[in-house]
């Protein structure tokens, strides 16, 4: 067997594609859409080396166009749960045994793969199954995904390298990182098919094996990450995915003596219940079991009477309103100075009257649909009660119609209480709420912004004074894990804005960073002296 202290390839991020008429990369993304459109898929579960299909059919839909079918995928119980996480378990031997390079060369090709051979397919099921447009689509499922796989090779070279600093004369110090003992559960979200990729794959990189349960809404391009990972070479039974009803799940895998730790992205409140189950069965594992999450926000922009009041406003409607404001970085609430405020009033409802709505097939579409009509309905409340409170504006939108499609208008409410239901509770959807503050206030309203939310995800402030630039970084230190200068509080690129938050909105084991990596393996220290003592005796027993 051939050995080496092997240098990876150094990352870069991949480069983005952006779609303009007559691009070469246009015309293969809509091909790849009108072929996902004219057939219908049967989408298995991937348990060991089985494609386990049931008599359960759950029907996958555009969310722009709901009446339009796209495939279906075969839905599971409990005993398709123990059946992955036998698997898991089985492959676990082997997969921790190999070589590192050769588990670094199989994600490395799976990066390849989606930045080449499945760009266009992974896209385009992305803008189908969770109706991203065309640009969204492709830093997310395509470009964001890829930096994923890539950087974390990096990162993990990185961290076996890592080594004490110090082996005194005679003696040879080393430390090795193990995975963890037993199998990963990763519970993916809609929202970012990267991170439907990124959560199994992070902690199989490091040896692990894991049993992985997307969101119901992103099956459909999660087919197509297991079929990059099996093309790849990841072996069967490493990756193992599964649908089912997710307490079911829940019972199963939290009450298995084998469960190691859990790569989550998603609700605060299901986070939460997953932590305190974990903790009512702690005396039930193996080992305490590592819990990464990164959960909800309530990501604020303040803008500063100093700022470049264009610059404010554009990054105000993009971070609110681009993918449906369904970014768990989308700005929510945005605190503006009186000063600023007519003008930046008047260019953003420009630039939202100008907003297309519609399918994203249609690449002239910038808004397209919520994800499905809980989420719809959930909005169209929130909205319905603004319109009847006398302390709130709807300054624009407030419509909504899923006739069609679950198509959510961009909404801004402006409220005249700063802890008004939609100035605290995250939504998640295209409404975004403003509190006009007196320009005076600036300081007051930088502890209002840290007391309103649980959440702690990111923010931005735009300003051109340094002094109150270093006083919101000082006073908001603690509510944004992500936190933005002079730009919008979304687009955080893997290798340059490790993301994630603390309080309510998570763990802060910011995925894409190195330390991510690091909670999915356990160091053991190796001390190996070359020639041991052979007697008990120190010398201060020794007479005088």
Known sequence: MLKGFFKVPTPTNEPI?????????????????????????????????????????????????????????????????????????????????????????????????????????????????????????????????????????????????????????GVWNRLEQRPLEGFIFALTPFNFTAIAGNLPASCALMGNVVVWKPADTQVYAANVIMKIFKEAGVPDGVINLIYADGPEVGEVIFNHPDFAGIHFTGSTAVFQHIWKTIGNNIHKYKSYPRIVGETGGKDFILVHPSADWKAAATGIVRGAFEYQGQKCSAASRSYIPKSLWPKMKEMMLKDIASFKMGGTEDFGNFINAVIDEKSFDKLAKYIDQAKRDKSVEIICGGNYDKSVGYFIEPTIIVAKDPKYTTMCEELFGPVLTIYVYDDADFENTLKLIDETSPYALTGAIFSQDRYAIEMASDKLKNCAGNFYINDKCTGAVVGQQPFGGARGSGTNDKAGAMINLLRWVSPRTIKETFNPPVNYRYPFLDKE
């Not at 072929?35 to 386990?52: C, F, L, T, W």
């Not at 065309?134 to 997310?140: G, K, L, R, V």
Request: charged share 25%.
């Open 17 to 169: 594609y952006n779609y303009a008429p007559n691009t070469k990369e246009r015309a293969l993304l809509k091909d790849a859409l009108s072929k996902a459109r004219s057939k219908e898929i049967d989408i298995p579960m991937y348990i060991g080396n089985e494609e386990v299909t049931t008599k359960n059919k759950v029907a996958l839909h555009p969310p722009h166009d709901h009446k339009h079918i796209l495939g279906y995928f075969n839905y599971g119980d409990k005993t398709h749960v123990t059946k992955a996480i036998d698997a898991a378990l089985a492959a676990k031997t082997n997969w921790e045994n190999l070589g590192w390079e050769h588990r670094a060369a199989i994600f490395l090709k799976a990066a390849d793969l989606v930045a080449n051979k499945y760009r266009y397919e992974i896209n385009a099921a992305t803008m189908l199954g969770q109706s991203k447009n065309a640009f969204q689509a492709e830093i997310d499922a395509a470009c964001e995904f890829v930096d994923f796989l890539r950087f974390n090779v990096s990162y993990l070279a990185d961290i076996y390298a890592q080594q004490p600093p110090v082996s005194p004369s």
